[in-house]
């Protein structure tokens, strides 16, 4: 990930040894800003709901994971139908139209599950270990996700990936994400990640070599900008489980993937 910014949803500490208070409040699913004018949701609850909600389990191999009947896939679900019948509305309008239809995808927690990660360092982020989990190239895939990719690709919608990972976990991402079947376009023409030692013209606003100070925001859509302007394809739908990756325009629809462990601003 990315995430520079980004904000762990639960303090590991305060939740194992049940004392004490994490910041000002934590965002969460359908929420872009943290509630801070009444007392924060109990933090040992909060894990507990998260687990019921992924339906966490451990597995044979001591990897958590995500239940199939869980609320988190029915949620997913529900959101995978819409987004289909949409692109398929959305693709017949705009090879009519003479438009070159794409959909953008985020990586992390919209194609591939970060939960194991997660849990495990108690809803933490530390580059060091978050950087040993993605090169493992073993997360598995969101529910729905790679097909919804293989949806959009079988419907001649040309698809890109707009991620936070760093050119440096450019092979352990796309070796992950062949391996949950999202094997469409991963080339470097479609798979988007953060350049920072050499950043795209198309970036020049927030970052020029050596120097890079592009919000998520900034990056992401400046690179759909790239995508739409530059690239001249029309964006019909960005999926992203950050608001951070849905903001900032540059997409007909956007459909926020839930994900109640962490919020990257
Ligand atoms: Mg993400």
């Known amino acids: 990930m990315h995430k520079p910014l980004r904000i762990a949803a639960i303090a590991a500490a305060c939740a194992v040894a049940g004392a004490g208070l994490y910041g000002a409040g934590a965002a969460t699913a359908g929420q872009s800003t943290a509630n801070s004018t009444h007392e924060p949701y109990n933090i040992g609850l909060l894990v507990k709901d998260i687990d019921t909600y992924y339906g966490t389990t451990l597995d044979a191999g001591g990897v958590y ?57 108690n809803y933490t982020y530390n580059s060091a270990t978050w950087a040993d989990y993605v090169n ?52 470097t023409d479609h798979v988007f990640l953060k350049d920072k030692a050499n950043p795209p013209a198309y970036l020049s606003a927030c970052a020029t070599p050596g120097t890079w100070t592009c919000t998520t925001v900034q990056y992401k859509g400046g690179t759909r ?15 992203g489980d950050q608001y951070s990756d849905l903001d900032g325009g540059y997409a007909d629809r956007t459909y926020k993937l839930p994900n109640p462990t962490y919020f990257v601003s």
């Open 136 to 187: 493992k190239a073993d997360r598995p895939g969101v529910f729905g996700s790679a097909e919804l990719v293989q949806y959009a690709d079988s419907k001649g919608v040309e698809v890109f990936y707009n991620s936070g990972l760093s050119e440096a976990q450019r092979t352990a991402a796309v070796a992950n994400l062949k391996k949950i079947g999202a094997d469409v376009n991963l080339d």
């Open 65 to 121: 994971q995500a239940s199939p009947d869980s609320q988190y896939a029915k949620d997913l679900a529900a959101l995978d139908k819409a987004a289909r019948k949409y692109i398929d509305q959305a693709a017949r309008k705009a090879h009519h139209k003479g438009e070159k239809p794409a959909v953008v995808f985020d990586i992390d927690d919209t194609l591939l599950l970060s939960l194991d990660y997660e849990k495990r360092y």
């Open 225 to 239: 900008k790239h995508i739409e302007d530059d690239l001249g394809y029309e964006i019909i739908a960005n999926f």
